[in-house]
């Protein structure tokens, strides 16, 4: 059967109660086909399925729904369910959940769990949002320094079950510090009496719990890691962030530059939940505070009205090229912040960038004023095309300079790149070019 064919037969089973077929149908629908199928139910639904898997696949399909659904079905279970349920969810995934829980309901259920899970859901669920502790996990796999090949495949043996991954194995001495990693594919490959401490890579690649979730993410796609191992100050090993949480982020800091790109709040939730006041509040703030910043754009078209007025054929250039300012402005904001987020470029930069975009500008002015002047002097003849060229060239470049500057300032203020937003860069660029459109056309137009 197909995916479609499972989940239409799926809701079919659900509206006629057909127990019996919805146990069979959670078997055979992979995790997380059926996380995507419930994220679409109501939370009652959601419990129905969900009684009908084994714990452990219980946990598995419960941490790929979003957070908040999360939530909302962890609150109409019962205690000794959840209680159970945390046990077998990811460290990581179960700490997440123990956070936006209600603190009646953390106490009641950490009564119910073991000492050390209750001790390791208390660490990781401490560190703030939005650090490398926050995402790290403590289900990975450590063998002691003095041990041979043989002596560690038994201990990763034992340990695999409750491990996350086991591909990348640690290496630890009797403080518990990180001395060393090794892959399970030298621990195959080796003769079973081979010294661990011979094998071992000393070169690590380590984050403290206190770094930000970027940087972890940034270092794993650097250095092409598995997982990367979490150190405290005395180099101890507290915990390790995977790939697939490494992705998360980075899937999560993109859509949120986005969003900030389009000049919308953060959605927690995502778009399908958000309520309609949600979407209302996130978007009216920028909205609002662009419609005054277009005021000086009007003022500006006002304060030239007698040039207008001499020449009405200029109003025909204006949406042209302002738009173009706009755009030139747009592309440069959205390579300097992809820039910076990704690392490539710092502040230091500045000056340097700031010298390749005038030239860089002054090139797309060029052109684009190549491409219109030809309008230009059919429209209105020689000099009219003469102020269109110029000013193509000049608000380009301009709307270029603010463009790519922009992020710098507000990264420079401590405020994020992102809001260097499209909207904002533009409504700048806006004000600017109908400023120098119509200079210019003072100037040489004489009047």
Excluded: C
């Amino acid at each position: 059967m197909t995916y479609a064919n499972l989940v239409n037969a799926l809701r079919t089973a659900l509206e006629q109660r057909d127990t019996i077929a919805i146990e069979k149908l959670v078997a055979e629908i992979r995790p997380a086909d059926l996380a995507e199928f419930l994220s679409h139910e109501d939370t009652a639904d959601s419990l129905r399925i969900l009684a009908h898997l084994a714990l452990e696949d219980r946990a598995e399909v419960y941490g790929y729904l979003q957070l908040s659904q999360q939530h909302d079905i962890a609150e109409e279970m019962t205690v000794e369910g959840l209680a159970q349920l945390l046990s077998s969810m990811s460290s990581d995934e179960r700490a997440d959940l123990f956070n936006v829980m209600s603190e009646e309901r953390q106490t009641d259920v950490l009564k119910l769990m073991a000492r050390e899970e209750r001790e390791d859901l208390r660490r990781l669920s401490s560190y703030e949002e939005g650090t490398v502790g926050a995402i790290m996990t403590s289900d990975y796999a450590t063998v002691p320094v003095n041990t041979t090949v043989a002596q560690a495949l038994d201990i990763v043996r034992k340990t695999a079950p409750d491990a996350e991954t086991i591909y990348q194995i640690y290496v630890l001495d009797r403080q518990h510090r990180l001395v060393g990693t090794l892959s399970l594919r030298e621990l195959i490959l080796n003769k079973p009496a081979t010294a661990i401490e011979a094998l071992m890579t000393t070169e690590l690649v380590v984050i403290s719990p206190e770094s930000e979730q970027e940087d972890a993410s940034r270092m794993i796609s650097r250095y092409d890691l598995l997982a990367l191992p979490v150190v405290d100050q005395q180099q101890r090993l507290v915990g390790i962030v995977t790939y697939d949480d490494a992705m998360d982020v980075a899937e999560a800091e993109a859509t949120e530059d986005i969003l900030k790109g389009g000049t919308v709040g953060k959605l927690d939730g995502g778009l399908s939940n958000a309520s309609l006041f949600v979407l209302y509040r996130k978007r009216i703030v920028w909205l609002v505070l662009l419609v005054f910043a277009n005021i000086f754009s009007a003022a500006g078209i006002a304060f030239y009205e007698d040039t207008i007025q001499a020449y009405i054929v200029l109003v025909f250039f204006l949406p042209l090229l302002v738009g173009s300012a706009g755009n030139a402005g747009s592309q440069a904001s959205t390579l300097m912040v992809r820039g910076m987020a990704t690392g490539d470029v710092v502040t230091s930069d500045w000056a340097r960038l700031f010298g390749r975009e005038i030239v860089v500008a002054i090139g797309l002015g060029l052109t684009m004023a190549l491409a219109v002047s030809g309008i230009g002097a059919f429209r209105g003849g020689a000099d009219i095309a003469l102020v269109v060229s110029l000013s193509m060239v000049t608000v380009v470049m301009v709307g270029s300079l603010v463009g790519m500057s922009l992020p710098f300032l507000l990264h420079k203020l401590g405020w994020d790149p992102a809001t260097a937003s499209a909207p904002l860069v533009a409504t700048i660029a806006d004000a600017v070019g109908v400023l120098i459109y119509f200079a210019i056309a003072t100037a040489i137009l004489g009047l």
